[in-house]
């Protein structure tokens, strides 16, 4: 039986496979390429981002960087995707309002960056996803 995809409603979710056409018994390079979409993440995003390294929300999802009211998790699925998921921050009060209000648009902009070096996909049902199509911007 198939897996379900990744989704959490606390954020906006596209995924990824960074280890399409890599050795499945080749662990260091597959931690490599992990650690070169971590990278990738990082430099999508502005100065006010703090990058982390041992972080995680439950047992899964790696939260590999936070700013004032966001952060960017991943999570692995069996079948070598990873999702990455901009969202709200956890253990928020009083700015959780603010977080939900500007989560589409910053969402949209982060992804709309990442797709530029990986290609991006998107949940469209439980089971199903379609490709991500960036968003067109007026010059």
Same mark, same amino acid.
């Given at each position: 039986?198939?897996?379900?995809? *990744?989704?959490?409603? =606390? !954020? /906006? ?5 960074? *280890? ?8 260091? %390079? @597959?931690?490599?390429?992990?650690? =070169? ?9 502005? /100065? ?5 390294d041992r972080e995680w929300r439950d047992r899964s999802e790696r939260?590999? #960087?936070? =700013? !004032?009211?966001?952060?960017? @998790? ?5 079948? +070598? $995707? ?9 253990? %928020?009060?009083?700015?959780? +309002?603010?977080? &939900?209000?500007?989560?589409?648009? &910053?969402?949209? #902009?982060?992804?709309? $960056?990442?797709?530029?070096? *990986? ?7 439980? @089971?199903?996803? !379609?490709? &991500?199509?960036? $968003? $067109?911007? #007026? +010059?």
């Amino acid at each position: 039986m198939g897996e379900g995809l *990744y989704w959490n409603c =606390n !954020g /906006k979710t596209a995924f990824c496979e960074p *280890y399409d056409d890599l050795d499945a018994e080749d662990a260091p %390079l @597959w931690r490599d390429a992990f650690d =070169n979409l971590v990278e990738t993440i990082r430099t999508c995003l502005s /100065k006010s981002w703090e990058p982390l390294d041992r972080e995680w929300r439950d047992r899964s999802e790696r939260v590999v #960087a936070r =700013n !004032g009211v966001h952060e960017i @998790w991943l999570y692995e699925d069996s079948y +070598a $995707r990873v999702h990455v998921t901009f969202g709200v921050r956890e253990g %928020l009060d009083g700015t959780d +309002a603010l977080a &939900r209000h500007t989560l589409d648009e &910053r969402a949209e #902009a982060f992804f709309d $960056r990442l797709q530029m070096t *990986y290609p991006l996909q998107v949940r469209t049902s439980a @089971w199903t996803s !379609g490709i &991500r199509h960036a $968003r $067109r911007v #007026a +010059a």
